[in-house]
């Protein structure tokens, strides 16, 4: 059924502000939590850390795990159920406000945190398939939309935050969001699409010898569980991932360092502390858009690579501090979070399509199906990400080495990421003009089933000008199997034995 102009804004207006309601889950508790927890709960750095990238942690997990149930059919329940997980347990984060401190609270709130890292896996894993196809000629438009979402969710965040930490305590901004977040995920069961388009989930396949000229056929594909695992253990896509998690690992360190930094070397208490956020976050919503445009004209290989090496400067400039006193400032502190919040913008934004690109230049063709794969992917880098720099870098690397040489540390994982990034980028041609792929392009090759199980294709026309039948026989593999039929069955090599095939057939030999 036709959605009207009217639903299809609400819808994307509602799957937006659940990208706005993560980024403000992730930041309204940087300003305020880790002093609250160690002054008042009687948490150590570390342990606070550890609750911090609990929720990275689950998230992570459930990020491989939601990707082999996951499809173009469940995606909508997935996602609604997902954001209500994560609201509701928003509500209960801040409800331990009233709880006693020490190990009950660590071990609470722990749990809580991985259950809300669960449901935001199931919003991250199916946004960007699900909103995409409401207005597929804007593809590139949508995804910088995703991003500045999440920007202004990591911008007022803090603010609010502080705000109404000030005037509530502990537990009133975690309730407040959480209610609003719960009204929305109602309103989204009502107005998100129920599933993708059928051009989405279906491929278009010519025939050429020994058929009518013109003739075709849709096939229906559902990729198996272990599609997942080959598209992302192939090279070039670990190496585009660096990035991401370095981005991912910026993020979670400016979470957990930025709020006891403020306060320990100028007295900045939580309740100002998350307008120093916003040096962070408002550059980072306010790029995102124009990032989007120059992504859409086709640069995006070379705002990946140029973010890579932005983020390494950023956090050298953090560093340099240590070494030359004088220029210890709030100015400097707040100049160069600007940088980092560009930086991470950049890295963001770009990485879809570039993500996609290395899709189809593996051989997967099926679009929902590619965006389902590069939004898990996405997902596991940044959780990953996410765990590394509260947990390691934020916290057990800076509670013995500080501050100063954290900030060394993050400049470092950018630098070596930017020498991944460069080499894929250049040997797969992507840093010259790349743009989002059409489905025209992807209609004269065919995908076959592959990984666990191995479907036998043979297209024959029937008699008409745009006629044809489709049989197919599917036998199991076996999983102990999986190495020898990844590299027999892989996309690339399906490609090449179509191409030599009049009947479109594939056997296994």
């Not at 209500?84 to 406000?97: E, K």
């Not at 770009?350 to 051989?363: M, N, Q, T």
Request: hydrophobic share 45%.
């Amino acid at each position: 059924m036709k959605q009207s102009k009217l639903v299809k804004v609400t819808a994307l207006f509602l799957g937006l502000s659940f990208f706005l309601g993560e980024g403000l889950n992730y930041s309204q508790l940087g300003p305020f939590f880790p002093t609250e927890a160690s002054e008042h709960k009687g948490v150590s750095t570390t342990l606070i850390g550890v609750i911090t990238g609990a929720f990275d942690v689950a998230n992570f997990l459930a990020a491989f795990t939601l990707a082999s149930f996951i499809s173009p059919e469940t995606q909508k329940f997935f996602f609604c159920t997902g954001a209500l997980i994560s609201a509701s347990c928003n509500g209960l984060f801040g409800v331990m406000g009233y709880s006693v401190g020490g190990v009950p609270f660590i071990v609470v709130c722990t749990l809580v945190r991985a259950l809300m890292g669960v449901g935001a896996s199931m919003v991250w894993s199916t946004g960007v398939p699900l909103l995409v196809p409401i207005y597929p000629q804007w593809s590139g438009r949508i995804t910088s939309l995703i991003e500045t979402s999440i920007g202004l969710g990591l911008m007022i965040g803090p603010t609010i935050g502080s705000a109404l930490y000030s005037l509530g305590g502990y537990s009133t901004p975690f309730l407040v969001a959480a209610a609003t977040q719960i009204l929305f995920a109602v309103m989204c069961i009502f107005f998100l699409p129920n599933k993708a388009t059928e051009h989405d989930n279906k491929q278009t396949v010519k025939t050429t010898s020994g058929h009518p000229e013109g003739s075709e056929v849709m096939l229906d594909f559902e990729l198996p569980g272990y599609t997942f695992l080959y598209f992302a253990t192939r090279p070039s896509l670990i190496g585009v991932s660096l990035p991401v998690l370095g981005h991912s690992a910026s993020m979670g360190f400016i979470d957990v360092a930025i709020g006891p930094y403020l306060k320990d070397t100028f007295g900045v208490g939580g309740d100002i502390a998350g307008y120093y956020f916003l040096a962070y976050s408002g550059f980072y919503a306010l790029s995102a858009p124009l990032l989007g445009l120059l992504i859409d004209r086709g640069h995006a290989g070379r705002i990946l690579l140029i973010s890579c090496f932005c983020g390494a400067l950023s956090y050298a400039l953090l560093w340099l501090p240590d070494i030359v006193p004088s220029l210890e400032s709030k100015y400097w502190l707040i100049a160069c979070l600007m940088f980092v919040g560009i930086a991470n913008a950049g890295g963001f934004t770009s990485i879809y399509l570039i993500f996609e690109k290395l899709a189809y230049a593996v051989g997967f063709r099926v679009e929902n199906n590619v965006k389902l794969m590069t939004a898990a992917l996405l997902n596991a880098c940044f959780a990953s990400g996410r765990m590394l720099g509260p947990i390691v870098v934020g916290g057990v690397f800076m509670d013995h080495f500080g501050y100063y040489y954290s900030c060394l540390l993050m400049g470092c994982l950018f630098l070596g990421s930017s020498v991944s990034t460069c080499y894929v980028l250049f040997t797969r041609r992507l840093l010259k003009r790349v743009f989002y792929p059409q489905q025209a392009d992807c209609e004269r090759d065919v995908i076959v089933k592959y990984e666990s199980v191995v479907e036998t294709l043979h297209v024959s026309s029937g008699g008409g000008v745009s006629g044809g039948t489709v049989t197919s026989t599917k036998s199991r593999v076996a999983p102990s199997d999986y190495l020898i039929q990844s590299a027999r069955y892989n996309p690339i090599a399906l490609s090449l034995k179509l191409s030599g095939r009049t009947d479109y057939s594939t056997k296994r030999t």
